[in-house]
């Protein structure tokens, strides 16, 4: 079983910048592809990001391409989302998750989620 842990959120002013982390327990990171998702309320997940099990491809939803960046230490069992020039509609709750099929996934273990809170 893999046990995710998100921590890293907060509230930041529109043009800041955070950076997620996901640790991860139970098996070793290096044989699962990772992905970074969000959620608002009354709204379905979306995808955010990913990255294959070597760090070699990495996938961006359009919305935030070019400010949000996916990075992997698979020495520490440790994903990141580096979030920069942030948006109020980058406010969710984000969520990591693990998945052995790729970065397409589908994925099959979730973290509980962190707070993003982006102030105009």
């Known amino acids: 079983q893999v046990q995710l842990v998100e921590s890293g959120g907060g509230l930041v002013q529109a043009g800041g910048s955070l950076r997620l982390s996901c640790a991860v327990s139970g098996r070793t990171l290096a044989t699962y592809a990772m992905g970074w998702f969000r959620q608002t309320p009354g709204k379905e997940r979306e995808f955010v990001a990913a990255i294959s099990w070597s760090g070699r491809r990495t996938d961006y939803a359009d919305s935030v391409k070019g400010r949000f960046s996916i990075s992997r230490d698979n020495a520490k069992d440790t994903v990141f989302l580096q979030m920069n020039s942030l948006k109020p509609e980058d406010t969710a709750v984000y969520y990591c998750?693990?998945?052995?099929?790729?970065?397409?996934?589908?994925?099959?273990?979730w973290g509980q989620g962190t707070q993003v809170t982006v102030s105009s």
């Open positions: 998750a693990a998945t052995n099929k790729g970065t397409m996934g589908p994925y099959d273990y």
